[in-house]
């Protein structure tokens, strides 16, 4: 199911991403795209995030880079 028309990025992408470290809309945005057109999807991004735990949260939070590569780059 796609979470992100505009750029074509599913729920599962997005979930592949926060489990590679992105805690954020943004961070999220940086590995893929989703969520910088029309902005629609990024609640949605939000709510799948906010489903489990972040495994690089606490180094987010003191500020600490934890940047993901983009999946297309990874395969």
């Given at each position: ?28 945005a940086?590995?893929?795209?989703a ?41």
């Amino acid at each position: 199911m796609f979470v992100c028309s505009c750029f074509q990025v599913t729920e599962a992408q997005v979930q592949q991403h926060a489990e590679n470290g992105a805690c954020t809309p943004r961070q999220i945005a940086s590995a893929c795209k989703a969520g910088t057109d029309c902005g629609s999807c990024v609640r949605r991004i939000q709510a799948i995030l906010g489903r489990g735990a972040c495994p690089r949260r606490e180094q987010a939070e003191q500020g600490e880079q934890v940047l993901t590569a983009r999946l297309d780059e990874a395969a």
